[in-house]
């Protein structure tokens, strides 16, 4: 008796634990949408797991977890594509505090429907004007209405990469480029062309930083190959730009300064201190 109430306590707490595991996710009968492991993935992103750590921690292989976060494709057997969306960016990384969270747009929502302008929303959530302004031009519905977990969605699928290039899309501004730069223009008179070529027209608009990323790009169709690079320069990839701190120097040791030596540069009672001074005359022809 006493034998069959322990294992009775005993299978209990075995359940209870399986239920209570991160390892174990409850399936019925049948095959199951994966919304409860879908989660877990998420929370475990956002304690900053990788993808093959936290497939392993729930129970899915990486595919489905590579699936989860960059978004897919699916082909049934019927023939009919299922798109799989990623999962939302702002959900499943730490983002930068200088960029706005979902609780700032809610209570930019909440400041907004009473009323507030740019000014005083941004005086009330730690923010420049330009800031909130930017905020509500770029996040709002086509009605004027500012949603913000919407907006939410929208910045975290605006900053996800990579991105369509402008060349790649518009053909007339890459014919553009590609002329002006056949004739070697530089990006930085190019830019400034198109906006005097095309005063009204936004599309037209290309920054001359965008010109020089079209260019260094491995698989560039600017590049006029066999020729190399159409800038003045001849570069086909950017130039390195090392900090003076992080210069190597020309020595393992740095110099000793002739004032910091513990001899006078007239004196050459000792060898090898004035060895170098009578080569140099000797080169120049005064000895």
């Known amino acids: 008796m006493a034998g069959g109430w322990f294992q009775a306590v005993v299978a209990t707490r075995l359940l209870l634990e399986a239920r209570l ?13 994966k919304s409860l492991a879908r989660r877990r993935f998420v929370k475990l992103m956002e304690q900053g797991w990788t993808v093959r750590g936290a497939c392993r921690e729930i129970g899915v292989c990486r595919q489905t977890g590579q699936t989860w976060e960059n978004g897919g494709t699916v ?19 730490v983002i930068s505090p200088r960029f706005l969270s979902e609780s700032e747009r809610v209570r ?3 400041l907004v429907s009473v009323g507030l302008g740019p000014t005083a929303i ?51 501004l890459k014919a553009f480029v590609h002329d002006k730069l056949a004739v070697r223009w530089s990006p930085q008179q190019i830019s400034r062309a198109l906006r005097h070529e095309y005063p009204d027209d936004p599309s037209m608009r290309l920054s001359h930083e965008s010109i020089y990323c079209a260019i260094y790009r491995p698989s560039s169709d600017l590049l006029r190959k066999p020729a190399g690079s159409p800038l003045r320069t001849g570069r086909d ?38 060895e170098s001074q009578c080569c140099c005359q000797a080169i120049l022809g005064v000895c």
């Open 108 to 110: 930019i929502a909440d």
């Open 237 to 274: 990839h950017r130039r390195a730009h090392t900090r003076q701190t992080k210069a190597r120097r020309r020595f393992a040791q740095p110099m000793l300064s002739i004032h910091e030596r513990d001899f006078e540069p007239t004196d050459r009672t000792v060898t090898a201190n004035w």
């Open 122 to 172: 941004g005086i009330e959530i730690s923010r420049t004007a330009s800031t909130i302004s930017r905020e509500l031009r770029r996040n709002s519905d086509p009605s004027g209405h500012y949603r913000p977990f919407q907006a939410h969605v929208c910045a975290a699928t605006r900053r996800h990469r990579p991105k369509v290039t402008t060349l790649s899309v518009n053909k007339e």
């Open 21 to 33: 595991s991160t390892r174990r996710i409850p399936k019925g009968p049948g095959r199951r949408p």
């Open 75 to 93: 082909v049934r057997k019927d023939g009919t594509v299922k798109h799989i969306p990623l999962l939302n960016p702002l959900s499943t990384r």
